[in-house]
């Protein structure tokens, strides 16, 4: 075979190592919903999004059963558990939901059907890469508005934003969001993809919990509700159009029916007194980081530490003490904007919250000596 077939992809990988930003797989052996074995060390896990530990619950695990769709639904992959899912999670929104096999595949196809080309879809900056995919096949023209603002432009469509924001962990003014969508007419999409199950009443999400009901809402399943798959609710029809015209439902096959049976039973699980832990969690978490100096925007499950060039020299550190927050680095954020991502589950326990903070003082230090004394 001619070595020079494949020069220009040969090429880009070097470029990629040059720029520091190659990724490589790391297979995790979870032992419990936050410690597993990674690369021979056993490793706290704070960057996992089971934020209720429900993915290890007993139940949860007896619940994957059954077998795969082996089809997209409109073809041969229907099973009465996605039906089942479906109409438990319309009973919690009081809207029809449906189904589809990823939150990425979600906002693929919502953003498809709702809009069309020379309609305006005002997007927040920091949304995130499956709205921004979705947006562009579409064809609407995007309006990219700076994060958080709550401008709306006359005759704009949509406007699109996220719950709880997946890198900054931060919820904006949704309330005004909402008021300056309805005053230029646009439907309002919130992705509660990492609120849903947590935050708001019931879980419902970031948006319930401001007394904003969306037009719109995506959810996900394989985050807090420790399965797999997501969800979009919105008006009856809606999901005929999602089932009828949505590309990434209607050429994917179907969710798992184990994972559509695990989702089912999450559901029932998630109540109050998860949410309660998690946020006696998240309390416990900022207050150490705090008393340390150490900032983190938000205040909820979702903490992010930009230390910039620092990161993955800590981020190493801190596996070498034993806790695994990989770091975050462009093109997923912005350059100079590279952070560490903690992610707080309902399943971790004070001593391993206080064996972060203890671990993430001990890295700073070390990395910032390494700093100051290399030559």
């Known amino acids: 075979m001619n070595a020079d077939r494949y020069a220009r992809l040969t090429e880009r990988v070097a470029a990629q190592k040059a720029a520091g930003t190659e990724r490589r797989l790391a297979p995790l052996s979870m032992i419990t ?14 960057c996992s999004n089971d934020y209720l530990g429900l993915a290890h619950h007993p139940d949860v695990r007896k619940a994957w059963r059954g077998a795969g769709a082996g089809s997209a639904r409109l073809i041969a992959g229907d099973r009465p558990s996605h039906h089942a899912l479906e109409e438990v999670l319309s009973d919690r929104y009081g809207r029809p939901v449906t189904l589809f096999t990823s939150g990425y595949h979600a906002n693929l196809a919502l953003m498809q059907v709702l809009l069309e080309a020379g309609d305006v879809a005002v997007s927040d900056a920091m949304n995130h890469a499956s709205i921004i995919d979705g947006l562009r096949l579409s064809k609407a023209t995007r309006v990219i508005a700076p994060h958080g603002t709550a401008e709306v432009p006359a005759g704009a469509r949509l406007v ?4 709880l924001f997946s890198m900054d962990g931060d919820v904006v003014d ?11 007419g ?3 999409c919130v992705d509660e993809a990492h609120a849903v199950g947590v935050l708001g009443p019931g879980g419902r999400g970031a948006s319930f919990g401001a007394g904003v009901v969306p037009d719109f809402v995506v959810g996900t399943l394989g985050k807090a509700f420790g399965s797999m798959g997501a969800f979009v609710v919105g008006p009856p029809a809606l999901r005929t159009l999602l089932i009828s015209q949505g590309r990434s439902f209607i050429f994917t096959t179907a969710l798992p029916e184990p994972a559509a049976r695990a989702a089912f039973v999450a559901l029932r699980l998630a109540d109050d007194g998860l949410r309660a832990q998690l946020a006696a969690n998240v309390r416990r978490l900022r207050a150490g980081l705090w008393a340390l100096g150490i900032s983190a925007p938000g205040r909820d499950h979702i903490v992010p530490i930009v230390l910039g060039a620092r990161t993955m020299a800590v ?4 596996k070498a003490r034993g806790v695994l927050v990989p770091g975050i680095r462009p093109p997923t954020v912005a350059p ?9 589950s309902a399943a971790h326990t004070n001593a391993q919250i206080d064996h972060l903070l203890d671990a993430l003082d001990d890295s700073l230090r070390s990395v910032s000596l390494d700093l100051v004394e290399a030559p």
């Open 33 to 46: 919903a936050t410690t597993a074995e990674v690369e021979g060390r056993y490793v706290d896990v704070f």
């Open 160 to 163: 699109v934003t996220e719950g």
């Open 174 to 184: 949704l309330p005004r969001l909402g008021r300056s969508a309805a005053a230029a």
């Open 186 to 188: 646009a439907w309002l």
């Open 315 to 318: 981020a190493a550190a801190l």
């Open 336 to 344: 100079g904007a590279e952070r560490l991502r903690i992610t707080l």
